[in-house]
Structures are given as structure tokens and as C-alpha cells.
């Protein structure tokens, strides 16, 4: 059986793309059953179109930047009756706060494009020029209460070249990210992370079990 995984986005979808792409290819034996976006006019809602699956707008009026209210149930209640195991934010734009952590202890993951704990928060590729680093990179983690502040589980790094603009940078990134995030999905899935305060470790070898409750 695959793996029930859910998907919240907010723009573009190119991280949800890859993931469907991997599933299709067989390199990710999960099924995203459902995705949520809080903005309409999501490109992401399409894709999710596109590949066949459950895709749904759910506004949240009361904040703009984070998940409360009736909004934050209507999300609850629908990845609840999908049998969702696994929460994926994709470019999903808004602080999820306690009654969604708790519903979804420790299974839920974020793509940052930063090698965090540098550049949390918005625009972390425009951060990371200014800073003027040399490198830079994405991150897999684990969501808590801390924005950006999760244990790590994978990150892949870049360099940053003097002739650099956010554009391009990002685009570097993009493509790590495109591939991280589906194996760190999949190792979640095979059951090989340990976590041991902040460190995830990944066990490796044979297939342990499937994380499924
Ligand atoms: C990605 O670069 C992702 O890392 C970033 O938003 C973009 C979404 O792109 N997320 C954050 O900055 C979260 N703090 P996508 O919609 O094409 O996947």
C-alpha cells in the first residue's frame, strides 16, 4: 500500500510537482491524497489537477500569515477523513500553529531554501546575497512551534557566484530541492529517521518498517 501523504501550498507547486513526478516514476512509494491550497489562484491547485488528485482552496480570512481559526479545522478535518500520514508544506506561506501541530505530531515537513538554522523566514535566497555567503542550500526539517526551527533531517548546499541575482540563485536551489524532498519523504516512510533531541539520524541499510501510525 502507498503511503498517505498531504499537501499544503500556497504558489507555484514546482515542489509538489516533483514529488507527483517521483511517485509516477516509482521513486517514492507514497500517494498524495490530498492538496490545500490557501490561495486561489494557486498554480499548485492545477498541478494537483493535472496529476488526478484531490485538490482543494481553503481560504483563511482571520490571518494572512498564519493557520488559525475555522480555517485551521476545515484543514484538520480534511486531511483527517483522507487518512493523511504525512504532512508536506510545499511553498505553503503561513505559521501553522499548536492545534495543527498537534494533530499531526511530528509528521509534518517543510522545504526551506536556505541551510538553515542561517536566513529563516521569507525571502531567504535575497537573504542569503546580501549577506554575501558563499554558500548557500536547502533544508528538509521537521516542523515545531519555531518558525524555520525544526530538527534538520537533509540538506543540500550550493555556491553562490558573485554574478548572482535572487533569480538565479534560486533557481540553483530549486533543483536540490526537487530531490531532497522526495528522499526525505521516502526515508520517512521506510521508517529510517531516529531523533535524538535535534539530531535525525538516518539509519541506513535494509528497508526498516513503514511509519504508518
Ligand atoms: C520554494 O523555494 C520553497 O523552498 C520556499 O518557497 C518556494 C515554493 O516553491 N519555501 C519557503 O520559503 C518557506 N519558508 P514551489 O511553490 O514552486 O514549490
Known amino acids: 500500500m502507498k503511503f498517505p501523504i498531504g499537501v499544503l501550498v500556497s504558489g507555484r507547486g514546482s515542489n509538489l510537482e516533483a514529488i507527483l513526478?517521483?511517485?509516477?516514476?516509482?521513486?517514492?512509494?507514497?500517494?498524495?491524497?490530498?492538496v490545500i491550497s490557501d490561495r486561489e489562484d494557486a498554480r499548485a491547485l492545477k498541478?494537483?489537477?493535472?496529476?488526478?488528485?484531490?485538490?482543494?482552496?481553503?481560504?483563511?480570512?482571520?490571518?494572512?500569515?498564519?493557520?488559525?481559526?475555522?480555517?485551521?479545522?476545515?484543514?484538520?478535518?480534511?486531511?483527517?477523513?483522507?487518512?493523511?500520514?504525512?504532512?508536506?508544506?510545499?511553498?505553503?506561506?503561513?505559521?501553522?500553529?499548536?492545534?495543527f501541530l498537534d494533530a499531526f505530531n511530528g509528521r509534518i515537513m517543510n522545504i526551506h531554501p536556505a541551510l538553515l538554522p542561517s536566513f529563516k523566514g521569507l525571502d531567504a535566497q535575497k537573504q542569503a546575497l546580501e549577506y554575501g555567503v558563499k554558500i548557500s542550500g536547502c533544508t528538509v526539517h521537521f516542523v515545531d512551534a519555531g518558525v524555520d526551527m525544526g530538527p534538520v533531517i537533509l540538506q543540500e548546499s550550493v555556491p553562490v557566484y558573485d554574478s548572482d541575482s535572487v533569480d538565479s540563485l534560486s533557481q540553483r536551489i530549486l533543483k536540490h530541492e526537487h530531490e531532497i524532498y522526495s528522499r526525505a519523504i521516502q526515508l520517512f516512510i521506510e521508517g529510517r529517521m531516529k531523533i535524538e533531541d535535534r539530531r535525525v539520524r538516518i539509519l541506513s541499510g535494509e528497508k526498516k518498517k513503514i511509519n504508518s501510525d
Not at 513526478?21 to 490530498?34: D, F, M, P, Q, R
Request: charged content about 35%.
Open 21 to 34: 513526478l517521483h511517485i509516477k516514476e516509482g521513486k517514492l512509494n507514497a500517494e498524495v491524497v490530498a
Open 47 to 99: 498541478i494537483a489537477e493535472d496529476y488526478g488528485v484531490d485538490a482543494y482552496y481553503i481560504p483563511c480570512l482571520e490571518k494572512k500569515t498564519v493557520l488559525v481559526g475555522e480555517a485551521e479545522k476545515k484543514y484538520i478535518k480534511q486531511f483527517k477523513e483522507k487518512g493523511v500520514k504525512l504532512i508536506i508544506l510545499a511553498g505553503f506561506m503561513r505559521i501553522l500553529k499548536k492545534p
